[in-house]
């Protein structure tokens, strides 16, 4: 089965805890992207801090009707980063999301840089294909089972 980071997403959207929300919302909207990697740059690589998501903005900010141009992401990411390793396996990084209740996880390389995101759904996609994979075996064994079948004579 393959690693978290054969499949995580490459293309992270990152943003510092400095940007305001009102920026941030337009980070998102712009690249179609449900949350933003929180990150401080450092030797020329990300090292992810936080995550703020779209969920975020609506309950932190506009349920509580604040501005978005007077608060930072910062102010509203989320504690206590929750984070997978490239070289974590599929189901081990499942269950980490499970037990946490987090959908989306940066992906750090073995130097702890950012190095993807990985969501829910990539793991739903993953694990559909090899249960379809699983589904193909009783056709296949009916298709070898008659080409191997010798005609019986009567």
């Not at 401080?40 to 932190?60: C, F, K, M, N, S």
């Given at each position: 089965?393959?690693?978290?980071?054969?499949?995580?997403?490459?293309?992270?959207v990152v943003t510092t805890r400095?940007?305001?929300?009102?920026?941030?919302?337009?980070?998102?909207?712009?690249?179609?992207?449900?949350?933003?990697?929180?990150?401080?740059?450092?030797?020329?690589?990300?090292?992810?801090?936080?995550?703020?998501?779209?969920?975020?903005?609506?309950?932190?900010?506009?349920?509580?009707?604040?501005?978005?141009?007077?608060?930072?992401?910062?102010?509203?990411?989320?504690?206590?980063?929750?984070?997978?390793?490239?070289?974590?396996?599929?189901?081990?990084?499942?269950?980490?999301?499970?037990?946490?209740?987090?959908?989306?996880?940066?992906?750090?390389?073995?130097?702890?840089?950012?190095?993807?995101?990985?969501?829910?759904?990539?793991?739903?996609?993953?694990?559909?294909?090899?249960?379809?994979?699983?589904?193909?075996?009783?056709?296949?064994?009916?298709?070898?089972?008659?080409?191997?079948?010798?005609?019986?004579?009567?």
């Amino acid at each position: 089965m393959a690693t978290v980071g054969e499949i995580c997403n490459r293309e992270v959207v990152v943003t510092t805890r400095d940007t305001t929300v009102a920026d941030a919302a337009r980070l998102m909207r712009d690249h179609h992207v449900g949350s933003l990697i929180v990150a401080e740059p450092r030797d020329g690589a990300q090292y992810p801090v936080g995550i703020v998501t779209d969920r975020d903005l609506v309950v932190e900010i506009m349920a509580m009707d604040l501005d978005p141009r007077d608060v930072n992401v910062g102010e509203v990411m989320g504690q206590g980063l929750v984070i997978a390793r490239e070289s974590d396996g599929i189901r081990e990084t499942l269950e980490v999301m499970r037990f946490k209740g987090v959908r989306r996880l940066p992906v750090l390389s073995s130097r702890g840089n950012l190095l993807g995101i990985v969501a829910a759904d990539d793991l739903m996609k993953v694990l559909a294909e090899d249960i379809t994979a699983l589904a193909t075996i009783t056709t296949r064994e009916r298709w070898r089972e008659v080409a191997q079948r010798k005609p019986v004579s009567v």
